[in-house]
């Protein structure tokens, strides 16, 4: 029989896996990859100029560096995987399914929200007795 210090440490390691196995399915690793990549850009970057200069080269998407390519490769496969192709009925079903537009809202003007919210609150009623 195992100790209580056992099964707690067994039931760590098996929310950590289940975890991790959800964030996998979830694709983040590209998301952990990318921020790497982007690290490892800035840090090139900023070396050769300012620091304005390679947050823009960073994310502006022209300067592109190996990982962030892969990066890009590797969550369009997999979102290829994930989604299946569909059949005919399927997007029939979906047009039947989706309501088409309807009107747009209209949301009363700031200012009469706030000219009636800045008005004094009434007055508590008297209280009986504490005279």
Do not use: N, Y
Not at 28 to 37: P, R, S, Y
Not at 49 to 65: L, N, P, R, Y
Request: hydrophobic residues 40%; glycine residues 6%; proline residues 8%.
């Amino acid at each position: 029989m195992l100790s209580s210090a056992a099964r707690h440490s067994r039931l760590h390691l098996v929310q950590r896996g289940v975890v991790l196995l959800l964030c996998l399915a979830l694709g983040l690793q590209w998301a952990l990859v990318q921020g790497i990549a982007w690290a490892e850009m800035f840090i090139d970057f900023a070396s050769e100029g300012s620091v304005i200069e390679a947050v823009e080269k960073t994310f502006d998407g022209q300067h592109a560096c190996p990982l962030c390519k892969k990066v890009r490769e590797g969550s369009q496969d997999s979102k290829r995987k994930q989604t299946p192709q569909e059949d005919d009925s399927v997007k029939e079903l979906d047009a039947v399914l989706i309501p088409p537009a309807g009107k747009t809202m209209h949301f009363v003007p700031l200012r009469t929200v706030l000219i009636t919210r800045s008005e004094m609150p009434e007055p508590p009623p008297p209280r009986r007795g504490l005279v």
